[in-house]
């Protein structure tokens, strides 16, 4: 026995040693091949330092276009030097810039809203080195999606395209979606802001949150409180929650309105039909080709989650086996078009039109020139209160009489939740029918493409002045089963303006439009039809709107008393878009 231990002791210095000179290799090839300078620091015009790392091939002194990534995530593990070094691989100059307050960056750490700014001392700093040809292209995901269109609100001369994916919009999407606060941000701000790096420790214990938002739900007490009951201050949440509307905090943060008709250079976007915050990242291209008609922007997307998108998809997303024809090189991609964009090389193969889109269930690939032309028609149909079978009928053609479909939610109830929206597992045997109401259409005559985002208008009275409500389209597949295809979620109060609240009369129908909700492209097959659920959302996975009218965060179950009592009346409508 103690030769044996003597032996894998032996095999374990071996294997040690034989590491350390591995990495003592890399390292050694990294300072032979490349110029690495990781402890950049730029000044900002007010003052502040950005940390930064610069990563250029040896031997070249030409100076060279510049891809810049912008973000909050600092790794330590190697990840952001591979990223640069892909660039300078790629025949460009490749830097990373930190947030500030993080890496070497003092300060305090204030997630989104300082990157505006920042991003333009950035990358005039890069624009007057000698390694720069003026030119400077950005890319990346999430926050470093954010950060790219942050960079856009004012405009440097030396930016000269952006490739955001799944690109996150603060106040819409993230930390409230429609203005309501929802929990996942609550982690995340622990993860970006614990220290100059990443909290990977807190970031990891998803057992630590999910136990205090299911105790916090059980308590009854107000969602101000959240970190009370986990034990750990949060400044950033508590900083967020006291802006509900999407007021002047969050539209200084990026492009607003006006902002986008001075953005003129071309843009890139990569997206995914599950991507949570979808809604947060088209938003950009909206309101780009709002106030910019004739902007140069391209998407592409498809049915991928939020990290799928980044990388090109996964053979499977939430047990869904994807077409073959959805997996992408989301990298390659984007180093075509820097290549389109500053070498004039082809543009990337897959970019056939403004809008291209893979289409779920037919196995490929199809082209808009904008999201509006990604359909040519509506399906419309009222949510009547007529029974079909277990459910609703779904009409297209409006109630002759007017009626309603009573509902009584009880808030002071922990036992019940309402409202179960998000799509995991996307294809389900069930759906469910405990509360709330569900709606169906006759099956489909001829095969249908579903294709683009769904909007409607609900039209109800409250015996409050508030609630959440939730609209969740499927197709129920002719085997029984139930493909979810997209979701909204939303405040009532900011259903016609999302930067001002208006409250509810209660007793009195009032009508609720929505529009802001997930993009889809889905071949439905004969035979299928559209179910579409309506509730009001009452889970412990956002804030709790208890209709008092009171600010929704300081509302607890003090003030359930009176149960909310809606009538959904039989001319609300939904507006399913379509390509024939």
């Known amino acids: 026995m103690k030769t044996t231990l003597n032996f894998i002791f032996l095999i374990l210095l071996i294997a040690n040693a034989f590491s350390q000179q591995t990495s003592k290799t890399k390292a050694e090839d990294l300072k032979s091949v490349y110029n690495v300078q990781d402890s950049v620091m730029i000044k900002t015009r007010d003052g502040a330092f950005i940390s930064a790392i610069v990563v250029r091939k040896k031997g070249v002194s030409i100076p060279k276009p510049v891809i810049l990534q912008f973000t909050i995530y600092v790794s330590d593990q190697g990840r952001d030097i591979k990223s640069l070094k892909a660039a300078a691989d790629n025949d460009y100059v490749g830097v990373i810039a930190y947030t500030r307050g993080k890496r070497f960056s003092p300060g305090e750490i204030l997630p989104y809203e300082n990157e505006g700014n920042d991003a333009y001392d950035v990358i005039d700093w890069i624009s007057k080195q000698e390694w720069c040809d003026g030119r400077v292209g950005m890319y990346g995901g999430s926050y470093n999606g954010f950060t790219q269109w942050a960079a856009c609100k004012k405009m440097h001369p030396a930016l000269k395209t952006i490739v955001p994916y799944v690109a996150n919009r603060p106040g819409m999407g993230l930390p409230m979606e429609n203005n309501v606060f929802i929990n996942p941000n609550y982690e995340w701000s622990f993860f970006v802001g614990n220290n100059k790096y990443l909290d990977t420790v807190a970031g990891n214990d998803r057992q630590r949150f999910r136990k205090m938002q299911f105790k916090w739900w059980q308590s009854g007490v107000a969602y101000k409180k959240l970190d009370s009951i986990d034990g750990s201050p949060n400044r950033l949440f508590q900083r967020w929650i006291q802006h509900p509307s999407f007021d002047e905090y969050w539209q200084k943060m990026a492009p607003y309105q006006k902002d986008f008709a001075h953005i003129n250079i071309p843009v890139l976007a990569i997206d995914g039909y599950y991507n949570d915050s979808q809604n947060s990242s088209l938003y950009y291209l909206r309101e780009l080709h709002k106030y910019n008609p004739k902007a140069d922007s391209y998407l592409i997307i498809g049915p991928y989650s939020h990290f799928g998108a980044q990388k090109g998809g996964t ?59 990604m359909n040519n028609g509506f399906l419309t149909f009222y949510l009547s209160n007529t029974k079909s079978g277990n459910f609703y009928s779904l009409n297209n053609k409006k109630p002759a009489k007017k009626g309603y479909l009573p509902q009584e939610v009880d808030f002071a109830d922990r036992v019940n939740s309402n409202n179960y929206y998000y799509p995991d597992p996307i294809i389900n045997e069930q759906v469910d029918t405990t509360n709330g109401y569900v709606f169906i259409s006759d099956p489909i005559k001829e095969p249908l493409l579903v294709n683009g985002s769904f909007l409607g208008e609900i039209k109800a009275s409250i015996n409050k002045k508030d609630m959440d409500i939730g609209v969740t389209l499927y197709e129920v597949m002719p085997d029984g089963t139930y493909f979810h295809l997209a979701y909204f979620i939303g405040r009532a109060s900011y259903s016609k303006d999302i930067t001002k609240r208006n409250l509810l009369k209660p007793n009195t129908i009032e009508s609720i439009p929505f529009s802001n909700t997930h993009l889809i492209s889905k071949q439905l097959s004969k035979g299928s039809r559209l179910l579409i659920t309506l509730n009001v959302n009452k889970n412990p996975f956002s804030e709790l709107n208890y209709g008092t009218g009171k600010i929704v965060t300081e509302e607890s179950i003090k003030d359930a008393k009176e149960p909310l009592r809606i009538k959904w009346y039989n001319d609300s409508f939904v507006k399913i878009p379509i390509l024939k």
């Open 315 to 373: 053979a499977v997303l939430n047990g869904y086996k994807v077409d073959a024809d959805a997996l992408i090189n989301t990298n390659k991609i984007t180093y075509e078009w820097f290549d389109y964009i500053f070498k004039n090389k082809p543009k990337p193969e897959i970019l056939k039109d403004r809008i291209n889109y893979q289409v779920m269930g037919a196995n490929e690939w199809r082209s808009a020139p904008s999201l509006e032309k």
